[in-house]
């Protein structure tokens, strides 16, 4: 593989459906990036109107050097998209394309891409091939990687999907230069909250390095990607269906999702609303005597510095904290109308519990403007 860069590559162990995370510069124009996927007549790039201009005609010659038809398909850009109308175009281009069960999918963009592309692979003829090539930083050390795939419903984020592992992951850096800032912003978030789950060593690492970060040092994006993979890699190897460990990748996420579908998707970015909660959850983790305020202080300061938010939104003037309850109660997390939170019970330790509704809504109360 002749990326511009050294390619690092990390592995999904998930026996015969094992692949590669590769991780460098150059990628989406280097033909051995591809030279492994199984054979096929055809291709289907899945792009949306902000990234196709920048990367779809790159890819699509890449891969014509590969498949006899390179199809494209591009829909609208933003997390308000994710739904059944949108998932809807891919298979019409599917089907109006006459693509076969061998046609492999390409998503190429950011985390909206990827769920819905890898949903309608996964529904497409009961399962069609694809690769995912993310092109965010939230997306390329997190929802590209461990084959959750999905669509939002009203009521809830990602309500609506499958598991269903990529064949590889492509994680092109050069797509980070053209990335706006709230979206690196956003993307840090996801990285963020490793180093509190499993990792403390990485936490220190992005402390001194949050400056290169949002400078975008080629060489500090790689080792943020790289790490996060693996650490992904480790837990998803493990518990590939979340029925247990992989849920401490939700830190900041029960929270977070109530903000996304409180707010109306696509208000505030994933991101955004991740970093806010894992403030929340770190605040939740402190009321319940699982960690001090030094922690929360901690992180809040490190979630600031990202450039996130640490101030959760009002989502109901009369009763905001229950407002938050009703839409964390259909959280994925939830059983028998419980809510269970990823807590931080330790150093780069997490655990998911549950809590009273009255000690969540001191931390809502307390968390919230």
């Known amino acids: 593989m002749q990326a511009t860069n ?16 590769h991780i460098s510069s150059g990628l989406l124009s280097d033909p051995e990036t591809f030279e492994a996927l199984p054979a096929g007549a055809s291709a289907m790039i899945v792009t949306n109107v902000t990234v196709g201009p920048l990367y779809g005609q790159s890819l699509k010659s890449t891969l014509e050097r590969h498949y006899k038809t390179v199809h494209v398909v591009t829909l609208p850009d933003g997390e308000s998209y994710k739904n059944w109308e949108t998932l809807n175009l891919i298979f019409d281009a599917l089907l109006g394309h006459a693509c076969d069960r061998k046609t492999v999918l390409f998503a190429l963009g950011g985390g909206v891409i990827g769920d819905m592309t890898g949903y309608a692979a996964a529904s497409y003829m009961r399962g069609v091939p694809f690769v995912q090539v993310p ?22 984020k990602n309500m609506i999907g499958a598991f269903y592992q990529p064949q590889l992951v492509v994680c092109d850096l050069n797509t980070l230069k053209t990335l706006p800032a709230r979206e690196l912003s956003a993307g840090l978030a996801e990285v963020i909250k490793y180093g509190p ?63 996304e579908a409180g707010m109306g998707y696509g208000n505030w970015l994933h991101g ?18 699982l960690v001090d305020g030094d922690f929360v202080k901690r992180l809040r300061t490190l979630v600031q510095r990202a450039g996130l938010p640490t101030i959760g939104p009002r989502l109901d003037a009369n009763d905001n904290a229950g407002r938050y309850l009703d839409l964390m ?18 150093p780069a330790h997490a655990t998911v519990r549950g809590a009273s509704d009255a000690v969540v809504r001191r931390v809502i109360d307390v968390c919230t403007a």
């Not at 050294?6 to 995370?21: A, F």
């Not at 955004?272 to 005597?289: D, F, I, K, N, Y």
């Not at 994925?332 to 109308?337: D, H, L, R, T, V």
Request: with cysteine; charged share 25%; hydrophobic share 40%.
């Open 6 to 21: 050294s390619t690092s590559s990390v592995t999904i162990e998930l026996g015969d459906r094992s692949y590669p995370i």
């Open 197 to 259: 789950i499993a990792d403390l060593a990485f936490l220190d690492w992005i402390e001194a390095n949050m400056d290169r970060l949002l400078a975008r040092d080629v060489e500090s994006l790689a080792y943020a990607v790289k790490r996060s993979c693996e650490i992904k890699a480790w837990v998803v190897g493990q518990d590939e269906r979340e029925s247990g460990i992989r849920a401490i990748l939700n830190f900041g996420h029960t929270f977070g999702h109530a903000i």
């Open 329 to 346: 109660r259909v959280d994925k997390k939830a059983e028998g109308g419980e809510i269970r939170f990823v807590l931080i019970d330790g």
């Open 135 to 156: 092109t965010t930083l939230l997306s390329q050390v997190d929802s590209s990687v461990g084959g959750k795939t999905g669509i939002n419903h009203p009521m809830g």
């Open 272 to 289: 955004e609303a991740v970093g806010c909660g894992m403030v929340m959850a770190a605040q939740l983790s402190h009321e319940l005597g």
